[in-house]
């Protein structure tokens, strides 16, 4: 890890958790295997069901959304606090649990001035492949990296204490990273903020996978139900 990112990972609380630190003996590929072709029609051939059938779409999608997840975090973090780290797929590293499950990435040195660049260029080159080894169109993707983008930055907040510093910075980044980003958005729901989805992960769609508490496949009422019962557990 870049003296960098040792620095940030340092002013977060439970940095391990949020994926800025790479533990120990787990397997590491360099983020640019997530663009290579041959690499993910391997992942996905790897984590697609053997025993029932499911879509190779919904397993591109699942698995896309923990690696967006995972791939944004370093510079998200960097932005938070202040400390620039890099969003270039030639400087981060990627943790993998075992059947290729992203959970972590470190950037290796300081981030450019160019952000939003760095992270729409590295995004695209990830959604690009991702789509041609899934069969699913890019846009769902780039609303999953858009959300992505909302739930690290809101984790974040929550782990700084400040909330609404952090989330603040989602709408300006993805204003400058340009469209097909959509916008991050977030709703306050009994005095806790969250993430207003703007897509769905399918996770549903696999083995023993259920709607998530705020999946925009859920009934407006329903959902804002669940929300307020999660912010009153918190």
Request: charged share 20%; net charge positive.
């Amino acid at each position: 890890m870049s003296s960098a990112q040792a620095a940030v990972a340092a002013r977060i609380p439970g940095a391990a958790a949020l994926g800025l630190l790479l533990p120990t003996g787990a397997a590491v590929v360099p983020a640019t295997a997530l663009a290579d072709p041959g690499w993910t029609a391997q992942v996905l051939d790897a984590r697609t069901p053997r025993h029932r059938p499911v879509d190779r779409r919904v397993v591109a999608t699942v698995w896309w959304y923990s690696a967006s997840s995972v791939l944004v975090t370093p510079p998200l973090a960097g932005l938070v606090t202040g400390i620039p780290l890099s969003a270039r797929l030639a400087d981060l590293t990627v943790a993998l649990l075992p059947g290729y499950a992203p959970m972590a990435a470190v950037a290796r040195g300081s981030g450019s001035p160019e952000l939003a660049a760095d992270l729409r260029t590295s995004l695209a080159a990830v959604i690009a492949v991702v789509s041609e080894a899934g069969g699913v169109r890019e846009r769902p993707l780039w609303a999953l990296a858009a959300d992505s983008v909302a739930n690290q930055l809101l984790a974040l907040g929550r782990a700084t204490g400040d909330v609404a510093a952090a989330t603040a910075c989602a709408r300006p980044l993805a204003e400058a990273v340009g469209a097909p980003l959509p916008l991050p958005r977030y709703e306050d729901v009994g005095g806790a903020r969250f993430t207003r989805r703007a897509s769905c992960c399918l996770l549903y769609r696999l083995p023993g996978g259920a709607l998530c508490t705020s999946c925009p496949r859920r009934p407006p009422e329903e959902r804002r139900e669940l929300l307020e019962q999660l912010a009153r557990r918190w």
